[in-house]
């Protein structure tokens, strides 16, 4: 606020005695407090600065009424053909200017629409109208809604931004502070258990995230609760703005009463503001009053006007806020150019919450280029014929990409400014889950419809974007007699369990009347009797469903209002609204969208219980839970639920989901595509970015699927599946605002196609058209051969040791621990004296070894207490440390509270001693290991044998748990299978399947011919490979090796 600038007018005002002074009086004061030259126009009483035209008038002569003649001279006489003069002689558009009027007692703003100019309603000379004539004459034009005008203007580093999130964050931690409970600090652990667990940050990460988003919360909050509190303020903070620009659009575009809201409101006392606030943004009356129904519903991020109630919160968050409607005040919300073309509100998210915050969130905004890209999937559809739907919209961004092609349709079309509003809210939904999503994507929704409302007048809408689970939704379960609907919502702090009677379940006007009335009379905490009476008499319930409802209806009623009598009112209806909503929006031609790539084991507790019945019934989890499981990315759930609850039969479903879906163990139910008995989800082609980076602040493996729902009992292979990369000289990484013409410039397009390795729900092989064919002697499974993996120590700075040092005289080696080798903090690096007995060679990776040799990037051993994870195994280990090898004993017991913590071992150790190691066997110490690197670009086989340990002797390596192995007890079958497995045919069908990071057990789908001992081909290629394996490999002998192999394999 510019108070020294409001008080010397203050004081001069009273000496103004004509137009002259007061004209000089305000130019002074201006040009002193901004240190800026005001110039004066010699033939009018004008000022101007850059973008920004003032016209005085004596005190007073207004009125205060923007009826007056002195008014209607100033804004049409005078600062109209100024500011058309100005714009012609500068070249400028006439809606770039900011017209003033001022007669000292009031201040009036106008600007020029389509050649006409439009005035704002007249402010009293105050603190925030004095200020914002000051912000007209800083800024010096009006403000186009872009996504970097949002974040320069409101982002973290703005003085407006930091302000008023430093104002909520003092709030919040006084509330979350206080020993008593209130309705913030539950709405704040209603948040965080659903929308804000953050996860698997470092405390470099922590410490980066608090200095980059430039506010702080309280020292003296939890530490688990730091990084969330701040999270909340952020999104609080980020749907007041996006609230303030829809209200400042729908005021713009003439929709209301009101010309502008902003500006108005920044105006008002205290109480007034806080009501205005309450009733006009969080309770949606503006919106209602321009004819748009439900647009604000959730009541979470509202919680600041509670924390206004407080004395020693008040004064800054209204201040705070004052400051941030003056600066929305000079946004051209009329003119919505860029706005409608781009999701510029995702930019501005992305800008407010820092990136490793973001990744921990699983927040990927999926870039314009990409949507633009899924679109152009569906060809030759009825854009203006088809029903579409994005169940997880986020920001909207496929939205607008959906509304941009139906507006550009309807043109050709010629069809009228309402007929086009009706499709579109009749044909375009959004779902989500996260509230803030919802708002954000009702926003950017008003944005690209807000010029067909204004040339609708009188039209009503509700924009039909939810806040809906793609996953758990209400339903109708047709193998139940029950008459109710039972539904979940909320965490453990609300759990709040719905019933609802199926047939007022499934009638949505009905419902929603209903639901509105029960939630006024619990807001006056009104008893159930007397609303059951109320509904009768009203209609809405006849008197037998009165009787026969009853029960659901007062159990969930009466939870609501034991809520509200804890504070939580205002709430809960509405969203309950939202979910019901979603089930009885039915089907669609397309459904198409970017939903969350996020882990099962990542997902809130309790909503993993909520949603794993619906996931059961899909059979979507994989059987091998040691492969991952329950892992399952999340998108693969939503895949199947949302084709099944709301695609319709032979509609298609284009999805930007992650490529592990279609070659990874954990995926293999994904992978049966079967919806039912008699539906499947046919897929009709892959486009595979997983060499590139659509998201340039993530490595996914992205790719865009796309779906068609279909009556059969199999699927037709092989699929159309396209790998993009870069093109030679061009750069992996796609930035996100490029228009997609560019990107096609960046990239190249290989057609392939894929194949299940073998049966239907096995990994896909990926190969060039018609090589799958060739590598049929090859699939199946491996009969003879069991690949295994190595040893899982969990701690590798504790086990993967350096020997330093030897001391033959007392028999003891000197071993270094490796603190930098692993995240957990083991302390500084340490040196011990321990017997060798238990220390063995180790192949830690893919840099150990290349194709058929060994080479050690370091020379690491491996301390190994147990050979076997069975009960007599550790009883010798437990007697060698007792007796042998005390000082290894001693040793482990340094890093005991550590050693209790490793994963593996709660898992699956947890009865045996705390320093015991997974995956050991017999198998462990095989003289002949083949072994393959789980994580390599380049898949490539070696044989291992021994190596010397000091003052042991020749000892086997032993294979970290990253490197997979088959033993042997004799050389020739080892190396025989080793010139298989570096064959070119092997390799490319290994690649062709498996993820790079997860080339698990290969011989699960291939079957090499057994080594017979016998046939002279196989014993000369295990000779050659040997030999490759001693001397080094050579051009003529990998010739030899290639020609065997493929005389073997039948080729």
């Known amino acids: 606020m510019y108070e020294s600038l409001y008080n010397t007018l203050k004081t001069a005002k009273n000496k103004w005695e004509n137009e002259e002074e007061l004209r000089i009086s305000w130019i002074r004061a201006l040009s002193d407090s901004l240190g800026i030259d005001l110039q004066a126009e010699r033939d009018r009483n004008d000022s101007s600065y850059n973008e920004v035209i003032i016209e005085f008038k004596s005190k007073g002569l207004f009125k205060g009424k923007t009826t007056s003649r002195s008014f209607k001279e100033a804004i049409y006489d005078r600062l109209k053909p100024y500011i058309e003069k100005k714009a012609k002689g500068e070249g400028l558009s006439e809606g770039d200017y900011i017209g003033i009027a001022i007669d000292g007692e009031h201040i009036c703003f106008a600007k020029m629409l389509d050649g006409e100019i439009i005035h704002d309603e007249l402010l009293p000379f105050s603190l925030e109208s004095v200020t914002m004539v000051a912000t007209a004459f800083k800024d010096s034009f009006r403000r186009a809604v872009t996504a970097k005008n949002l974040v320069e203007d409101f982002g973290l580093s703005s003085d407006t931004g930091h302000e008023l999130m430093q104002a909520l964050s003092d709030a919040l931690s006084m509330n979350l502070l206080d020993r008593k409970n209130n309705k913030i600090k539950m709405l704040f652990e209603e948040w965080r258990t659903l929308f804000g667990q953050v996860a698997d940050l470092t405390s470099t990460q922590i410490n980066g995230i608090k200095k980059s988003i430039g506010f702080s919360v309280s020292p003296n909050l939890p530490a688990h609760l730091q990084i969330p509190a701040s999270l909340f303020v952020i999104h609080s903070y980020n749907s007041l703005i996006i609230k303030l620009l829809a209200a400042e659009i729908v005021s713009a575009h003439g929709m209301t009463s009101k010309k502008v809201f902003a500006q108005t409101a920044a105006t008002y006392d205290d109480e007034r503001l806080m009501r205005s606030f309450s009733q006009e943004i969080e309770k949606g009356r503006l919106f209602e009053a321009a004819g748009i129904s439900g647009f604000v519903e959730e009541a979470i991020f509202s919680w600041y006007l509670d924390a206004c109630q407080h004395k020693a919160t008040r004064e800054v968050i209204l201040s705070s806020l004052r400051n941030t409607l003056i600066k929305m005040s000079f946004y051209r919300t009329d003119v919505l150019v860029e706005a409608r073309t781009q999701d510029v509100l995702k930019g501005f998210y992305q800008a407010l919450v820092p990136t490793e915050l973001r990744k921990s969130l699983g927040e990927y905004y999926t870039p314009d280029w990409l949507v633009e890209f899924t679109l152009d999937k569906f060809e030759d559809l009825n854009w203006l014929g088809s029903r579409f739907l994005d169940p997880t919209c986020g920001s909207a961004s496929f939205l607008l990409g959906l509304i941009k092609r139906i507006r550009k349709e309807a043109e050709n079309e010629e069809l009228s400014s309402r007929q086009t509003l009706q499709l579109i809210t009749e044909n375009v939904w959004g779902f989500d889950l996260n509230p803030l999503a919802v708002q954000t994507a009702r926003v950017n929704y008003l944005i690209a419809i807000a010029d ?115 504070s939580w009112n205002g709430i809960w209806f509405r969203i309950i609204r939202n979910f019901f909503w979603s089930a009885n929006a039915g089907e669609f031609d397309v459904i198409v969208g970017n939903p969350p790539w996020v882990r099962w084991s990542k997902l809130p507790e309790l909503y993993r219980k909520r949603v794993k019945p619906t996931c059961l019934q899909y059979d979507i989890f994989s059987s091998t839970p040691y492969h991952g499981g329950n892992e399952l990315d999340i998108s693969g759930m939503i895949t199947y639920t949302v084709a099944d609850k709301w695609l319709k039969e032979d509609g298609y479903l284009a999805f930007v989901i992650t490529q592990t879906h279609f070659q990874s163990p954990s995926s293999e139910g994904f992978r049966s595509f079967r ?34 729902k279909e009556l059969r009992s199999s699927i037709d292979y092989p699929v159309p599946y396209n790998i993009w990369r870069a093109r030679t000289g061009s750069k992996r990484t796609i930035l996100p605002y490029l228009p997609l013409n560019k990107v096609y410039e960046q990239v190249q397009m290989f057609e392939m196609e894929a194949n299940p390795v073998n049966e239907e729900k096995s990994p896909w092989a990926v190969l060039p058209p018609g090589r799958f064919k060739d590598m049929k002697n090859i699939t199946g499974k491996g009969g003879w051969i069991q690949g295994r993996k190595g040893i899982t120590a969990d701690l590798n700075g504790v086990y993967f040791v350096n020997i330093v040092a030897v001391n033959d005289e007392d028999g003891l080696v000197q071993i270094e621990t490796r603190p930098e080798s692993g995240k957990k903090d083991i302390g500084p690096k340490s040196k011990y004296w321990i017997e060798p007995g238990m220390l063995h060679p180790l192949i830690k990776g893919a840099s150990d070894f290349k194709k058929f040799k060994v080479q050690p990037k370091n020379d690491l051993y491996v301390l190994l207490p147990n050979e076997g994870i069975k009960k007599e195994h550790f009883e010798t280990s437990e007697e060698l440390l007792d007796t042998e090898y005390q000082l290894t ?28 190691v997974y995956n050991v066997g017999e198998y462990t110490f095989a003289p002949f290991k083949v072994v393959w690197a789980e994580q390599s670009s380049k898949f490539v086989s070696a044989v291992v044998t021994e190596k010397d340990v000091p003052l042991v002797g020749s000892r086997p390596y032993i294979p970290d748990h990253k490197v997979f192995f088959v033993d042997f007890e004799v050389a020739e079958p080892a190396y025989y299978l080793c010139g298989l497995l570096n064959s ?29 001992p016998d046939n002279e081909q196989h014993v000369a290629l295990a000779d050659y490979v040997q030999e490759a394996h001693s001397s080094g490999l050579t051009e003529g002998l990998e010739n030899v090796i290639q020609e065997l192999s493929d005389s073997i394999l039948g080729l």
């Open 452 to 566: 067909l409302l204004k040339m609708s007048p009188g039209r009503n809408v509700e924009i039909p974007i939810l806040m809906a689970d793609a996953i758990y939704a209400p339903s109708d379960d047709p193998k139940s007699d029950e008459e109710v609907v039972t539904y979940s919502i909320g965490s453990q702090i609300a759990n709040l369990t719905v019933q609802i009677p199926k047939s007022l379940a499934f009638d949505r006007k009905r419902l929603d009347r209903v639901f509105e009335i029960m939630g006024e009379q619990v807001e006056q905490d009104v008893e159930f009797e007397k609303v059951l009476g109320r509904l009768v008499r009203i209609k809405l319930l006849r008197e037998e469903e009165a009787k026969s409802w009853e029960q659901p209806l007062k159990a969930t009623y009466n939870r609501i209002l034991d809520l509200h009598r804890e």
């Open 675 to 708: 919806i039912n008995d008699e539906e499947m989800l046919v897929p009709i082609s892959i486009d595979d970015m997983k060499e590139l980076k659509p998201f340039n602040d993530a490595a996914n493996k992205t790719v865009v699927a796309l779906f068609k």
């Open 889 to 916: 004993k001693r040793y482990f017991a340094d890093f005991r509270d550590l050693l209790l913590q490793r994963s593996t071992r709660k898992l699956y150790l947890k009865d045996k001693p705390y320093y015991g």
């Open 984 to 1012: 070119k045919l092997v390799r490319e069908f290994v690649e062709s399947h498996n993820i790079a990071i997860q080339v698990g057990n290969i011989f699960k789908h291939m079957n090499l011919p057994f080594f017979d």
